[in-house]
C-alpha cells in the first residue's frame, strides 16, 4: 500500500517520529482541549487546571513552531522542489497538519502576553476555545488524509511500477 509523507514520517524511526510528530503534541493539545472546558463550563481562573491549562497552551505553541520549521525546510520545501507530491491527497495531509499548528501557536503568543492583550478573561478564553476548534477541525483532517492511500486519485509509487512493468515516459530512455 502508498503512503502519504504524512504517514510515512510517523511510520519511519519508530517509535521516536511517532512520538515526537504525533504523541508530544496530541497530548499537549488534548491537555488544553480538556482543561479549557473545565474553564468554560466553571469559569474558575485560578488553581492547578489554570496553570495547566497556560503551561499547555504555551508548550504546544512553541513545539509546533519547531514541528512547523522542520516540516516546511525538511518536507514541504524538497518535496515540492522535487515534485515529488503523492497526488493533492499528500498534499492536504502535510498542509492541514501545519496549518493545525498555527492556532495552538496563537494561544501560546497569548498566554506569553503578545497579542490580545486588550481582552478581558473572558474574551481570552473565546479565543482560546475558537483556537482550539480550528486546531481540532484541521488536525482530525490531516490525520484522515494521511491516513487514505494515494493511489486512490492514481499514485503509483517507483517501486510499484516497476513490479508492473510500467516505466514513466521520462525514464523511458534510460531502459535499455
Known amino acids: 500500500m502508498n503512503m502519504t509523507?504524512?504517514?510515512e514520517l510517523l511510520a519511519v524511526n519508530q517509535p521516536w517520529n511517532l512520538i515526537i510528530f504525533m504523541a508530544i503534541p496530541i497530548v499537549l493539545a488534548e491537555t488544553l482541549a480538556i482543561t479549557e472546558l473545565y474553564l468554560l463550563f466553571t469559569r474558575k481562573f485560578d488553581g492547578a487546571v489554570y496553570y495547566l491549562n497556560r503551561f499547555?497552551?504555551?508548550?504546544?505553541?512553541?513545539?509546533?513552531v519547531g514541528i512547523i520549521y522542520y516540516i516546511v525546510t525538511n518536507a514541504i520545501i524538497p518535496i515540492t522542489q522535487a515534485g515529488e507530491w503523492r497526488t493533492v491527497i499528500d498534499v492536504i495531509a502535510v498542509s492541514t497538519y501545519v496549518i493545525a499548528g498555527l492556532p495552538l501557536i496563537w494561544i501560546a503568543l497569548q498566554e506569553f502576553g503578545l497579542v490580545n492583550r486588550a481582552l478581558d478573561q473572558m474574551g481570552k478564553l473565546k479565543i482560546h476555545a475558537i483556537c482550539v476548534a480550528v486546531f481540532l477541525v484541521f488536525g482530525h483532517v490531516a490525520m484522515i488524509s494521511g491516513m487514505l492511500d494515494?493511489?486512490?486519485?492514481?499514485?503509483?509509487?517507483?517501486?510499484?511500477?516497476?513490479?508492473?512493468?510500467?516505466?514513466p515516459a521520462e525514464h523511458a530512455g534510460h531502459m535499455k
Open 150 to 167: 494515494p493511489a486512490i486519485l492514481g499514485y503509483q509509487a517507483p517501486h510499484l511500477m516497476e513490479m508492473n512493468h510500467e516505466v
Open 5 to 7: 509523507h504524512y504517514m
Open 56 to 64: 499547555s497552551g504555551m508548550a504546544v505553541g512553541v513545539y509546533f
